[in-house]
């Protein structure tokens, strides 16, 4: 399987982080442990959302479209804080 996942900084409220990885669990250990250049100061992190693919080139399409298309990224949002609500 492979994955897109959004995560969010438990310090900086209004960051977040979108991603694709073939190992959810491990991926997201390594934002926690620093490995990840471009997350590392920001941590701690909560994983907010996971989406599971059985392609890899359809994760990645997924994951270029939410980060590079404003329409995808806040409907994903409102989604995530929709259910929140529930």
């Not at 979108?18 to 926690?32: A, C, K």
């Not at 080139?57 to 329409?71: C, I, P």
């Amino acid at each position: 399987m492979y994955y897109v996942y959004m995560i969010k900084s438990k310090q900086n409220k209004p960051w977040k982080y979108i991603g694709s990885t073939n190992d959810l669990e491990r991926r997201f250990n390594d934002h926690q442990d620093g490995k990840v250049f471009s997350t590392k100061n920001y941590r701690p992190f909560v994983l907010v959302y996971y989406e599971a693919y059985l392609s890899e080139k359809d994760a990645r399409e997924r994951e270029k479209q939410l980060k590079y298309f404003g329409n995808a990224y806040r409907f994903l949002i409102k989604r995530i804080e929709n259910s929140l609500l529930d």
